[in-house]
């Protein structure tokens, strides 16, 4: 049964930097779409970043220059790397990845992402 978990979520002083991880099992990471989404209270889920099977990236433009998404195949992490922070930034934070083998263009859509992490909060504090 697949299963992602995410961890480093915190809080954080405005300018601060986190990394968050997520261990995917029984799952290839590298053969799929992954990314990252976050839900701030009484907001839709958003797209921040994902990556593809080819490490093709694509990032919100409210984060670009700011976040770094990555993935290690070995390990099957997918990780993202938040510098700057900032109380906009404030959410919780889930990975998730599809079911569909081969991910040449990742999106930042929710809908066709299948497995989904229980989330990890974020709070910067201005």
């Known amino acids: 049964q697949v299963q992602l978990v995410e961890s480093g979520g915190g809080s954080v002083q405005a300018g601060g930097s986190l990394i968050l991880s997520c261990v995917v099992t029984d799952y290839t990471l590298n053969t799929y779409c992954a990314g990252w989404f976050r839900q701030a209270p009484g907001k839709e889920r958003e797209g921040v970043a994902a990556?593809?099977?080819?490490?093709?990236?694509v990032y919100d433009d409210s984060v670009k220059g700011r976040f770094t998404i990555s993935k290690d195949n070995d390990k099957n992490i997918l990780r993202l790397q938040m510098n700057n922070l900032q109380p906009e930034d404030s959410a919780k934070y889930y990975c998730?990845?599809?079911?569909?083998?081969?991910?040449?263009?990742?999106?930042?859509?929710?809908?066709?992402?299948?497995?989904w992490g229980q989330g990890t909060q974020v709070t910067v504090s201005s």
């Open positions: 990556i593809g099977s080819g490490y093709v990236s």
């Open positions: 998730a990845s599809t079911a569909v083998r081969g991910c040449g263009n990742p999106t930042l859509a929710p809908s066709p992402y299948k497995y």
